[in-house]
Nanobody
Framework: QVQLVESGGGLVQPGGSLGLSCAAS????????MAWYRQAPGNEREWVAT???????SYADSVKGRFTISRGAAKSTVYLQMNSLRPEDTAVYYC????????????WGQGTQVTVSS
């Protein structure tokens, strides 16, 4: 059973930075994309950023210019560097992975809490 495990969440002050990591329990071959999503209390899960196997990256407008998604040398690893954090970035952050040929993400992590507060 493949698992994605996130780490790096925590409490940070507004304007601060935090880095999230996500690694698969075993290497997942032929991934077309990895992504980060987030879910704030009372809200639906929303997409944050995606990195494709080609290296192309895409970001939600709300995080563009502040967050950076990257992949590790181990292809089943993905990172999210978050800078200039705002209280509205508070959420549980989830990583996801999508196998080649899939239309939707078929691997999900359990989530890590990020709280931005003074």
């Amino acid at each position: 059973q493949v698992q994605l495990v996130e780490s790096g969440g925590g409490l940070v002050q507004p304007g601060g930075s935090l880095g999230l990591s996500c690694a698969a329990s075993v290497s997942i071959p032929r991934l077309s994309a990895m992504a980060w999503y987030r879910q704030a209390p009372g809200n639906e899960r929303e997409w944050v950023a995606t990195i494709f196997d080609s290296g192309l990256r895409s970001y939600a407008d709300s995080v563009k210019g502040r967050f950076t998604i990257s992949r590790g040398a181990a292809k089943s690893t993905v990172y999210l560097q978050m800078n200039s954090l705002r209280p509205e970035d508070t959420a549980v952050y989830y990583c996801a992975a999508r196998s080649n040929g899939r239309a939707s993400y078929n691997y999900w992590g359990q989530g890590t809490q990020v709280t931005v507060s003074s």
